[in-house]
């Protein structure tokens, strides 16, 4: 597990999809008539906010090459958190095709990021106006659709919740003091971690299932049954339902139940392969079905791979 490198880039991906739902944002000034006199596209940067604060507040007079001007949005991602109410199964796996086999990758791993977008303007009709190009999109969430694993051809639509919307003056001091109103609005990103992928990995292509007859040895073999079963009541995987006697059922049995069940005799086989021994996963292919019946019955050698 540990010691194999992979990065599929996933949180990068996620604060990427994050920041380029809100850098579209304008603001337009009006006169008197209702009339536009002015357009201007809100800058987005990430950072936490007490960076752009110090900018923000720097005095432009003096140093003109700190200071910021607003309206502006900024943007962080502040944590992540697992989210076991999405787990899914462990062992489940993800296949796709790759040039000289099959490429494997487990199911991933839920993770919530939490994401806080800041709003900074100088007037309330700024940050009202931001605020309208975003708020009726989350009811309270926006879905995004996103490419997470390239090489697997793994999408997902990821649920971007918001969560509270909160505003702060920050207008204090004399008259010479710079005024700022910050709007803060926390988000949720629900998304998911993937492990490693396997690449090359074999295809079963050729399927073989023999039919014995229990051998005399087998004084207590084991059977396989239902998940339901308890020690008063054994639900056996039946394949004919005879209602006459439950001893005469046909069961499945399990072969390493008994060594000596393997010493019974092969009465039949079956042996199904594709069409095409060449094809993959995805590729267009029947199945040839080969049924054999020995009515003396065959011994399998597993050492010699033969039958006698």
Known sequence: MFG???????SR???VAFGSLFNTIEVRRTNSAGSVIETLKVPLAYGPKEKFLTRISADPNLNPKI???VPRMGFELTSMTYDGVRKLNTMGRNVATGTTGLKKQFNPVPYNWDFTLYVYVKNA???TQILEQILPFFTPEFTVTMNLVTSMGEKRD???VLNSVTSEDTYEGDYASRRSIIWTLSFLMKGWLYPNVVDNAKVITDVTIDTHLMSAKAASPEYIVMEDSTDYSTNFMILDKHEIDVATRIRVLNESSDEAIAEGATVSRTNVV???TTALTDDDFG???????????KTYD???GTDS
């Open 4 to 10: 194999t490198y992979f990065y599929h880039q996933t």
């Open 13 to 15: 991906k996620m604060v």
């Open 67 to 69: 200071a910021l001007s």
């Open 125 to 127: 009709e700024d940050g």
């Open 158 to 160: 990821i649920p971007l």
């Open 274 to 276: 594709p069409k095409d």
């Open 287 to 297: 199945f040839t079905e080969t049924f054999t019946f020995y009515p003396e019955g």
């Open 302 to 304: 597993p050492v010699a």
